[in-house]
């Protein structure tokens, strides 16, 4: 996938209307006030550049899950009030995204004035990318800009099928992620290692494959380790383990071996005989646990040996916790982490964090300050370290 994207800046928006992809999929409590507005700030340095600039702005998003009924919490009219705050400026609102009340709103719009569209899922044809509906909103707009990373390993209308219709480019957000991520991982500085954690090896098993072809070290902790602690022929008593994936682990150490990759497991972990924040723990090597007991973090000797592998790198990923870093007693390890890849970064190391626990955990400790790029994409993140094409990426013209 070619990374050399055209953005903002390579293209004239001087009294242009710019359809403008946006990801506010922000959570709501039970009266439709939003309780984390990050994704909407996020996007705040693309809209004034070209605000600044002397563009229309058409903004679309999507919000849940809707179904045919169009239910309204789904609905974008629950963002302007908000969004209108943000910007300091007025925000119009369409109550549907093409169609004429659409093509009305955005005919009459004038640069320096924001547009936002109605939920852009109350149609079928967003998700399905059928070409008439990408026709539709393509046809408001003499431009489109991307910066929508968030859904940018899904083939929709409005990120990848409106690219056959009007010129697209990336917005800001969009560009920080094809420049840390993509970029990074075509050509890092070494020593590059990889940290994955978090309860699955099936959902990580892509990001840890691409990861063994770039690295020189990976260090592989929270649940995903304890399948590959089996693999060793370690018992694992009553902890989260995928007996199925056991010998999909058998092979990446394997070819981690024959690629001259070290893999970095823990050698100690705190364990309990239930899931349970205030469960009583100790902790054992992993060649002493006992059948009754479940891993619930890494080690003291563990976080060490991380550390370990951290110090003097110069390029870091971090996708997933080493621990159960929502109970207090068990996020000492993934706290280590955290302190180690901002140590890290404050020397020098570029430091790429990507997953929703991770940045949670992040936040946690306090060092989210600390890290050279947070990624938002959550799918995207993951489908981006495990090397694939990501359409809505793909559909942004090249330089």
């Known amino acids: 996938m070619n990374t050399n994207k055209k953005t903002m800046k390579d293209v004239d928006v001087k009294g242009k ?54 239910e309204p ?29 659409a093509e009305k709103a955005a005919a009459d719009l004038k640069a320096g004035e924001v547009l936002l569209l109605e939920n852009l899922r109350y149609h079928k044809g967003e998700k399905k990318n059928d070409p008439e509906f990408a026709k539709q909103l393509a046809s408001l707009a003499d431009l489109a800009v991307d910066d929508a990373f968030g859904v940018a390993h899904r083939a929709h209308a409005s990120n990848a099928g409106i690219a056959q219709y009007i010129p697209t480019v990336a917005g800001f957000l969009m560009e920080r992620e094809i420049n840390f991520i993509g970029k990074t991982l075509e050509a890092p500085k070494r020593p590059f290692v990889g940290i ?26 929270g649940g995903m380790a304890n399948t590959f602690l089996l693999a060793l022929g370690k018992s694992v008593g009553d902890s989260l383990v995928e007996r199925d994936k056991v010998d999909l682990a058998k092979e990446q150490m394997a070819k981690a071996k024959a690629k001259g990759v070290e893999i970095v497991l823990p050698c100690d972990v705190v364990v309990t005989q239930e899931f349970a924040k205030d469960a009583p723990y100790k902790t054992v090597s992993v060649d002493n646990i006992e059948d009754g007991w479940q891993t619930m973090d890494s080690g003291a000797e563990s976080v060490k040996r991380y550390q370990q592998a951290v110090k003097g790198a110069k390029t870091i990923v971090w996708n997933g916790p ?13 706290e280590g982490v955290a302190k180690a890849v901002a140590e890290a970064t404050d020397e020098g190391a570029v430091s790429i964090v990507g997953g929703g626990d991770s940045i949670a955990a ?29 359409p809505g990426i793909v559909a942004i013209e090249d330089k």
Not at 26 to 41: A, G, L
């Open 73 to 101: 919490q789904f609905s974008t009219k629950h963002l302007v009030k908000h969004l209108s705050e943000l910007l300091k400026k007025e925000v119009k609102w369409a109550s549907d995204c093409v169609g004429p009340e």
């Open 322 to 334: 080493v621990g159960v870093f929502e109970f207090d007693n068990f996020a000492k390890g993934t």
């Open 362 to 390: 992040l936040k946690k400790t306090g060092l989210d300050g600390k890290i050279s790029h947070i990624s938002t994409g959550g799918g995207a993140t993951l489908e981006f370290l495990e090397g694939k094409d990501l």
């Open 196 to 221: 994955i954690g978090g309860s699955k090896v099936s959902s990580k098993i892509g990001v840890v494959s691409n990861m063994i072809d770039k690295v020189d070290k990976l260090v592989i902790g």
């Open 17 to 70: 209307k710019v359809f403008v992809r946006v990801d506010y999929n922000v959570p709501f409590d039970e009266n439709q006030n939003i309780t984390d507005d990050t994704r909407m700030v996020r996007t705040l340095p693309t809209i004034n550049y070209l605000l600044d600039n002397g563009a229309a702005i058409i903004l679309a998003c999507h919000i849940g899950r809707p179904s045919e009924a169009r």
